[in-house]
T-cell receptor, first 113, second 111 residues
Framework: DTAVSQTPKYLVTQMGNDKSIKCEQN?????MYWYKQDSKKFLKIMFSYNNKELIINETVPNRFSPKSPDKAHLNLHINSLELGDSAVYFC????????????FGPGTRLTVT | GENVEQHPSTLSVQEGDSAVIKCTYSDSASNYFPWYKQELGKRPQLIIDIRSNVGEKKDQRIAVTLNKTAKHFSLHITETQPEDSAVYFC??????????FGTGTRLQVFP
């Protein structure tokens, strides 16, 4: 019954590694998002896809590459991880032109050592 | 682009008192203003939202007011309970644009 799910929930890795986070929504939404929440709890949008097309691409290092294989999935791949990438990453989804309520996934806590 | 300021950053109240969190936004074209609650270790969840054609909206103990002229909106929680303790985020956008979140308010309700 999970609306927006993410895997993994926790990710501990070393600097320089490459890692991926996966997100899936079963709400039939047409838009998905990636947010980064830092240690001060600031929620900042990184990317958004509408019907598999990139519509928002904030000032994010190009080590971060989102991929949307279909409307229900949005993955985030991070190359050459750095200490500053440590944060909680939230996936969210919404129906862009209907209500716009964003449903968040449970988050992935990424720790880079 | 849109900028959303939120105050206060922390708020402590006694159980049963009211709590008010205020936000201001910069883009006069913004027309959607949601509030999210994030409990410790959990995901942000929408608790109430308001659109620009409405000045006030209420849902049980929570209410939101919007002043479009002054470009500010507020969250009011009455009869606070310990389970209201969380971080609250305001946000603003035009309906087909990205949500810009405020910096969050950590609310603590003491029994």
């Amino acid at each position: 019954d999970t609306a927006v799910s993410q895997t993994p929930k926790y990710l501990v890795t070393q600097m320089g590694n490459d890692k991926s986070i996966k997100c899936e929504q079963n709400l039939g939404h047409d838009t998905m998002y990636w947010y980064k929440q830092d240690s001060k709890k600031f929620l900042k949008i990184m990317f958004s896809y509408n019907n598999k097309e990139l519509i928002i691409n904030e000032t994010v290092p190009n080590r971060f590459s989102p991929k949307s294989p279909d409307k229900a999935h949005l993955n985030l791949h991070i190359n050459s991880l750095e200490l500053g990438d440590s944060a909680v990453y939230f996936c969210a989804s919404s129906h862009l032109n209907k209500g716009h309520e964003q449903y968040f996934g449970p988050g992935t806590r990424l720790t880079v050592t | 682009g849109e900028n959303v300021e939120q105050h206060p950053s922390t708020l402590s109240v006694q159980e049963g008192d009211s709590a008010v969190i205020k936000c201001t936004y910069s883009d006069s074209a913004s027309n959607y203003f949601p509030w999210y609650k994030q409990e410790l270790g959990k995901r942000p969840q929408l608790i109430i939202d308001i659109r620009s054609n409405v000045g006030e909206k209420k849902d049980q103990r929570i209410a939101v007011t919007l002043n479009k002229t002054a470009k500010h909106f507020s969250l009011h929680i009455t009869e606070t309970q310990p389970e209201d303790s969380a971080v609250y985020f305001c946000a603003a956008n035009r309906l087909t644009d990205k949500l810009i979140f405020g910096t969050g308010t950590r609310l603590q309700v003491f029994p």
